[in-house]
């Protein structure tokens, strides 16, 4: 007879049998780092700890034989790379924390081989499982052209400059400001070797955040760190968390939030793909900075969910977009899109330590969207050509020259005038750096101004590796 246990173990697999996951479109931030106040960044071990555990646990989820969901005629233990699509900006972080995450996905298998002539051969390291990492070009360097206009929005957006630089005319923000001086040069001891009491101040929240973040991470002893209570440290982050958000994300001014609708393009484009082919290219993973997060939490709606959305995710964070459907799937038969459904999950931190979490989108009850809902929601926002870009961005050179042309007889004179009513001369060179920093997603340049005055310091290499950092080419 069975035992109560071996019964409810025993059906399990039916509770599970209906639901197939068809395939994944994964969103993830790079893990631990060093301080963006010491160039050039690089992921520390921990960090790769944390991406490492945070690709087996998506390995124990939709990879291995015995996955808790496990993706439709995906390979298990040799990959295929035909099936995975990996893409991370040119930024080492970030290309460092895509491969250890798939050293998670598909450790390394040893495996021999004998050549025609008799010789056997292994792989070095193991069996370690070779996955390429694509690179996403930004706006500065022209590789990959074919993407890199408006791909996770890394192209100099002009119209979305303009708006995160009215961020720093404000109410909200000279408020901000000023109500949070003492608050700072209260700090000012913990951190004045990197910032003067001139540069400590809510205008470099998140580089003031991230200093000491880092250094309660990897410090024991940090200088008047007695000054760093829970609650200090507490609003430091919250301070940061508003900062970075408003240079993401505002409301009455979508274009802000280019790196979320580029992402959303992405997002749709790869799962649409996904279906199209049957799920031959069911996984598609980028790696991208906390503001593609914050801007695409905004736009759909997740901060109406919790005001956690508002916050700067933590390292290693993932955002995964499953595509399921209760439908039979096999060899001759595979699910019409009308069958199939869309769910969003989130783990703030690697996903190891914090376990996906499914939340709803678009201010809707449900978590599992049917795809047409999906996507005509993620069309409201999303921006996936260069045409569309280009027009909203109020771009017209570079490659906007010929995207312009095909779509409309727009004349320079009108789009001149677009821009939220501030001139980019008055928008100023530092705010510009700053914004571009955030909106373009690239937080290596969020550091800019503070490395400008690190080097007025005297702390040696500060702006040219600062600048290495942010275009860190990988070979
Ligand atoms: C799958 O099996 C492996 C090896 O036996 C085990 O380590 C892992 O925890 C299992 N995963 C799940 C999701 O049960
Ligand atoms: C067999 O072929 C491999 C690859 O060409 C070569 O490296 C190896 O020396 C050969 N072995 C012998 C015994 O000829
Ligand atoms: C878009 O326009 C802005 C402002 O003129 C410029 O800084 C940026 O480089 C342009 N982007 C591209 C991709 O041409
Ligand atoms: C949001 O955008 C509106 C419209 O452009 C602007 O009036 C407002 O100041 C912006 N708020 C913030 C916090 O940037
Ligand atoms: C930083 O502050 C500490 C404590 O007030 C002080 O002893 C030290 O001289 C300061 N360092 C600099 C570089 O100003
Ligand atoms: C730790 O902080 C101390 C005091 O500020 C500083 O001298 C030291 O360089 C820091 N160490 C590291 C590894 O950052
Ligand atoms: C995928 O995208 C193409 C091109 O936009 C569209 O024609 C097609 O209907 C989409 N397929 C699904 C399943 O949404
Ligand atoms: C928001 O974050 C807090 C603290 O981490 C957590 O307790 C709470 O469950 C979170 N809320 C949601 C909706 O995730
Ligand atoms: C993630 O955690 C950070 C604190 O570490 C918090 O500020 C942020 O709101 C959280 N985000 C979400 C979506 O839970
Ligand atoms: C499949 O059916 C289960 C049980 O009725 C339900 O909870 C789940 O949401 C369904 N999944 C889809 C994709 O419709």
């Known amino acids: 007879m069975l035992s109560p246990q071996l019964l409810l173990l025993s059906l399990l697999p039916l509770i599970h049998a209906q639901e197939t996951v068809l395939g994944v479109f994964i969103f993830h931030r790079h893990g631990d780092r060093t301080s963006k106040s010491f160039a050039p960044t690089t ?20 990879v291995s034989t015995n996955a808790s969901s496990k993706i439709y005629g995906l390979a298990s233990d040799i990959v295929k790379t035909s099936q995975l699509s990996v893409e991370a900006p040119v930024d080492t972080v970030l290309q460092n924390s895509a491969a250890g995450f798939l050293q998670g996905l598909y450790p390394p298998v040893q495996q ?16 370690y499982q070779l996955i390429p990492v ?18 996770q929005g890394n192209s100099g957006c002009g119209n979305a400059v303009v708006s995160s630089n009215n961020y720093f005319f404000s109410e909200e923000y000279l408020n901000k400001l000023k109500s949070t001086t003492d608050f700072y040069q209260s700090i000012l ?69 280019i790196a979320g609708s580029t992402l959303a393009a992405q997002i749709v484009q790869n799962l649409n793909k996904t279906i199209t082919s049957k799920s031959a290219n069911p996984v598609s993973i980028q790696f991208g900075a906390y503001a593609s997060f ?18 700067i995710v933590d390292y290693a964070s993932s955002m995964a977009f499953e595509l399921v459907t209760n439908a039979t799937v096999s060899q001759t038969s595979y699910p019409s899109a009308a069958d199939i459904s869309v769910r969003f999950l989130f783990a703030n931190g690697s996903a190891s ?13 449900e978590v599992t969207l049917p795809w047409t809902t999906f996507t005509e929601e993620m069309d409201k926002f999303a921006i996936g050509d260069q045409a569309t870009w280009c027009e909203r961005c109020g771009n017209t050179t570079g490659v906007c020259a010929t995207a312009d042309a095909t779509t409309s007889a727009s004349s320079p004179s009108t789009t001149s005038s677009t821009g939220g009513g501030m001139s980019r001369v008055v928008a100023g060179v530092i705010g510009a750096m700053v914004t571009l920093a955030v909106v373009l997603g690239i937080e290596a340049l969020v550091v800019l ?6 080097v007025r310091k005297g702390r040696g290499n500060g702006v040219a590796v600062v600048g290495e950092n942010v275009v860190g080419k990988t070979a």
């Not at 520390?44 to 989820?61: A, E, F, M, P």
């Not at 021999?112 to 069996?127: D, F, R, W």
């Not at 330590?353 to 009850?365: A, D, K």
């Not at 101004?449 to 690190?454: E, S």
């Open 449 to 454: 101004v503070a490395g400008l005055r690190l």
């Open 353 to 365: 330590e914090t376990p996906l979490t499914e939340y709803p989108l678009f201010g809707q009850s």
């Open 43 to 62: 992921l520390t071990d921990l960090g790769y700890v944390q991406v490492h555990h945070s690709g087996s646990y998506y390995r124990d989820r939709y």
């Open 134 to 151: 694509n690179a996403v070009a930004s706006a500065s360097s022209n590789a990959n052209s074919e993407n890199s206009a408006w791909l």
């Open 112 to 127: 021999v081989n004998t050549l025609a002539n008799g010789t056997v051969v292994s792989a070095p390291l193991g069996g």
């Open 294 to 311: 914050l801007s695409f939490f905004g736009l759909s709606g997740l901060p109406s969910v919790s005001d956690n959305f508002t916050g």
């Open 189 to 257: 001891p913990v951190i004045n070797n990197t910032f003067t009491a001139a540069t400590n101040t809510y205008k470099n929240a998140y580089s003031i955040f991230d200093l000491v973040h880092v250094s309660t991470i990897h410090n024991a002893t940090i200088q008047s760190g007695d000054l760093l209570t829970s609650d200090t440290q507490y609003q430091l982050l919250q301070l940061a968390n508003d900062h970075e958000y408003n240079l993401a994300y505002n409301a009455s001014d979508p274009i802000r939030a």
